[in-house]
């Protein structure tokens, strides 16, 4: 494959990135209508841009996301990114629409990521569907889910979820510290790193604070390719020509929205592939433009979906 070269085996999306492979592995996909989710959105103003039908969005104003962990190849290093909601766990009630669950371990299995093999468990930030599989239950009490990988917290964003707070509550903050987070603490397998941590030659964090106040997206860079990571610096595509369409779950919108315009800027101009943590499939592309000016995702060689 070529750079950013996509493969897709069942419902797996593959990317290559020099040496380094990222595969998408889907938990569940999740169905919300848009001013719920992002209070400045409508139908109207989704239908303005005809390139997220009906990948990312519905023409009756339908958002599309996905949860999915993103597993990486790396030299010497296997790396799970973002291991969803997990099983089991206490989950908020969202009201949205969740489309049939699919067996996330087996998912990994199926590519070669058994529980023992792999070596690092990053969490670009610490809510509820972002750690679930960190942790599964045994015998009554949870226990980490893969038992020989270092997981990678950031320090400022398990300093804040330690604490209480309205924004703590809203995200069942203490909940999930206790069933997915704390266990791999006690364990001896947590490492708190910075935003700007380096996991190897290839991988690197990047600060993306805003939604959280420790979050961070990953950079992978290998000969001469790159690809980011988001994370929640953005959660639906529909952001990418509206930078300042905030959601209620952001700790600090107006410093999301900085965040996202700023990162937005330069991965166009860069030309990075960008593969977005909650983006339904093709759930990958570029930042480009679009007729009338404003950025989009292109997905495809050619761009189309």
């Known amino acids: 494959m070529g750079e950013g070269a996509v493969a897709e085996t069942g419902n797996l999306l593959r990317w290559r990135i020099g040496d380094i492979t990222v595969t998408r ?18 139908a109207e103003k989704l239908n303005n841009h005809p390139w997220l039908i009906p990948d990312f969005a519905t023409p009756e104003g339908t958002l599309r996301l996905s949860i999915h962990g993103l597993a990486i190849e790396a030299p010497g ?73 270092r997981y990678l917290f950031g320090r400022v964003e398990y300093d804040f979820w330690s604490q209480s707070g309205e924004h703590q509550d809203l995200h069942g903050g203490a909940i999930v510290m206790r069933e997915s987070v704390t266990p791999v603490i006690e364990a001896g397998l947590a490492d708190f790193v910075e935003t700007d941590h380096r996991l190897s030659d290839e991988l690197r964090l990047v600060p993306s604070i805003g939604h959280s106040p420790g979050h961070a997206s990953l950079m992978i860079e290998s000969r001469g390719e790159s690809a980011v990571i988001t994370g929640d610096m953005m959660h639906h ?8 369409w905030s959601m209620p779950f952001d700790a600090d919108p107006q410093q999301t929205i900085a965040t996202r315009e700023r990162l937005l800027g330069e991965w166009e101009t860069s030309g990075i592939l960008v593969i977005g943590t909650h983006f339904a499939a093709p759930t990958a592309g570029r930042i480009g433009r679009e007729d009338g000016g404003l950025r989009r995702l292109v997905c495809g060689g050619d761009g189309a979906h």
């Not at 595509?237 to 300042?244: F, V, Y």
């Open 25 to 42: 592995v889907p938990e569940v996909e999740m169905r919300v209508p848009v001013e719920q989710f992002i209070p400045d959105g409508t």
């Open 77 to 149: 290093l296997r790396v799970l990114v973002d291991p969803c909601f997990g099983e089991g766990k206490t989950i908020p009630a969202y009201e949205m629409d969740l489309d049939g669950q699919s067996d996330f371990l087996a998912g990994l299995a199926s590519i070669g990521f058994t529980r023992e093999d792999v070596d690092v468990v990053l969490c670009t930030h610490l809510h509820i569907d972002h750690v679930g599989w960190n942790t599964m239950k045994q015998d009554g009490r949870w226990v980490p889910t893969f038992p020989n990988a």
């Open 237 to 244: 595509p529909c952001q990418i020509p509206h930078g300042d």
